[in-house]
């Protein structure tokens, strides 16, 4: 059976994104009088994955435009007013692939997901032979890398002569991140800029450990900033002068202030997710806004919640991946490195921009649980964790997080992939906290 996860259709190419599932689901998705912009990324497989999503679309009445291999955010650029359909697997190994769908620049919500998986599940089948789609091409590449750059220019700094390097992972931001951050002006060096399914040059998840090059370039030459991106340019991570990681959530901090103080609404709302940084809520508060949080992977949904209250969106990430939404309701990676850009021109560097925020230790782990057991752990644990840490405030929309009083905090929620609950904590006394809630987690797990 096909399953959205959290990101769309995600797997091996060989028994789960087949380009039968492609056809199965251009069947489910199109429909007659609808336009369908097509991209892929760099991955071997995407050419035959595209020929078999675009035969299930036509037959099913739509007509397809192809852009051909693209960052994911151009395709979703290209969707506004339309449709659109991005096969990548993100940052996942080569041997796999995946399905992404848009609606008007924005992912589809889980609505629209259950309503293609009720489709496929009934079965699909072609329209009337005479209803069927045409298929086209369109570039849209440069129109979208300009668009990124004009809205850049909305923010502070002039990025001329700053010297960034930028590791592609031989990924989709190869042909968008570096021609944008030229065209604002700034020195650019790269790093596996050329697309490569294979991605000879480091695994296409940006961590730590596989930006190790970029980090040791940047360490070692005379360079401001380094900028790594996953394989489809919808991730960003940012590297300092001295070639060390920033935090995913301190980025994440940096951006929600100062889209909070540009607003000029009267109730700014930055929407995140559960696993985020209490860090972000104290530079989002200190700005005049506040912070509203949504399920992992749902950041279109929390804004239009937001919207639909009548509340103003200033900006919407997680951990690694925005949303801006004045420009757009994608996650894009190249928006954000352009923006970024220009705040570190403005402050002179990455260390004034992180000078206001409050770091503290942040550690996640992963507590073993068969997936039969999580339901019933995780219901002893909306009692258990609370009783355990009674100083705190407690939310259980998407797990359970436990605020304390001294900026701390602790979330719980289960895998949706693998056999565990996992943990996330932040606190200036992170093994104390990691060990007592962790008890507390094996404790339900064994019942």
């Given at each position: 059976m096909i399953r959205f996860g959290t990101a769309g259709i995600r797997g091996p190419v060989r028994d789960s994104v087949t380009p039968a599932t492609?056809?199965?689901?251009?069947?489910?998705?199109?429909?007659?009088?609808?336009?369908?912009?097509?991209?892929?990324?760099?991955?071997?497989?995407?050419?035959?994955?595209?020929d078999a999503m675009a035969a299930g679309l036509e037959s099913a009445g739509a007509d397809?435009?192809?852009?051909?291999?693209v960052p994911t955010p151009t395709v979703a650029f290209a969707s506004q007013d339309r449709y659109g359909v991005m096969l990548t697997a993100s940052h996942n190994p080569p041997p796999d692939n995946g399905i992404k769908l848009f609606e008007d620049g924005v992912e589809y919500d889980r609505g629209a997901e259950t309503r293609i998986e009720?489709?496929?599940?009934?079965?699909?089948?072609?329209?009337?032979?005479?209803?069927?789609?045409?298929?086209?091409?369109?570039?849209?590449?440069?129109?979208?890398?300009?668009?990124?750059?004009?809205y850049a220019r909305r923010f502070e700094g002039d990025p001329v002569g700053l010297r960034v390097a930028v590791d592609c992972g031989n990924g989709m931001a190869s042909v968008a991140t570096p021609q944008v951050l030229s065209n604002l002006g700034a020195a650019v060096t790269t790093l596996n800029a050329?697309?490569?399914?294979?991605?000879?040059?480091?695994?296409?998840?940006?961590?730590?450990?596989?930006?190790?090059?970029?980090?040791?370039f940047v360490a070692d030459g005379p360079y401001d900033v380094g900028i790594g991106h996953d394989g489809d340019a919808d991730r960003i991570?940012?590297?300092?002068?001295?070639?060390?990681?920033?935090?995913?959530?301190?980025?994440?901090?940096?951006?929600?202030?100062?889209?909070?103080?540009?607003?000029?609404?009267?109730?700014?709302?930055?929407?995140?997710?559960?696993n985020a940084s209490a860090r972000i809520d104290e530079r989002v508060e200190a700005a005049g806004g506040r912070v509203e949080r949504v399920r992992l992977g749902a950041l279109h949904e929390g804004i239009a919640r937001v919207r639909e209250s009548g509340g103003t969106v200033a900006f919407a990430a997680e951990p690694w991946k925005h949303i801006h939404p004045a420009f757009g309701g994608w996650?894009?990676?190249?928006?954000?490195?352009?923006?970024?850009?220009?705040?570190?021109?403005?402050?002179?560097?990455?260390?004034?921009?992180?000078?206001?925020?409050?770091?503290?230790?942040?550690?996640?782990?992963?507590?073993?649980?068969?997936?039969?057991?999580?339901?019933?752990?995780?219901?002893?644990?909306?009692?258990?964790?609370?009783?355990a840490f009674s100083e705190a405030a407690v939310e259980t929309d998407y797990g359970v997080r436990l605020e304390r009083p001294d900026g701390s905090w602790?979330?719980?929620?289960?895998?949706?992939?693998?056999?565990?609950?996992?943990?996330?904590?932040?606190?200036?006394?992170?093994?104390?906290?990691?060990?007592e809630a962790t008890a507390v987690i094996e404790s339900a797990v064994d019942g």
């Open positions: 492609c056809l199965a689901v251009g069947q489910a998705a199109g429909e007659a009088g609808m336009t369908v912009v097509l991209g892929r990324d760099g991955r071997e497989t995407g050419g035959a994955l595209a397809v435009i192809r852009l051909g291999v009720t489709a496929l599940q009934d079965g699909t089948n072609p329209a009337e032979w005479d209803a069927w789609g045409e298929s086209t091409t369109e570039s849209v590449l440069d129109r979208y890398r300009e668009a990124v750059v004009e050329n697309v490569d399914g294979h991605f000879p040059g480091r695994g296409s998840k940006p961590t730590p450990e596989t930006l190790s090059d970029l980090r040791a991570v940012i590297v300092d002068e001295s070639g060390e990681v920033v935090h995913e959530d301190t980025i994440l901090a940096i951006l929600a202030e100062r889209y909070t103080r540009k607003n000029d609404a009267a109730d700014p709302v930055v929407v995140t997710t559960p996650i894009d990676g190249v928006a954000s490195a352009a923006i970024l850009t220009r705040l570190v021109t403005d402050a002179g560097g990455i260390a004034p921009l992180r000078e206001p925020i409050t770091e503290r230790p942040y550690r996640k782990v992963a507590v073993d649980c068969p997936d039969e057991r999580k339901e019933a752990t995780m219901a002893r644990l909306e009692t258990t964790l609370p009783a602790l979330l719980v929620r289960p895998s949706g992939t693998e056999p565990y609950i996992r943990l996330y904590a932040e606190s200036e006394e992170i093994d104390a906290l990691i060990a």
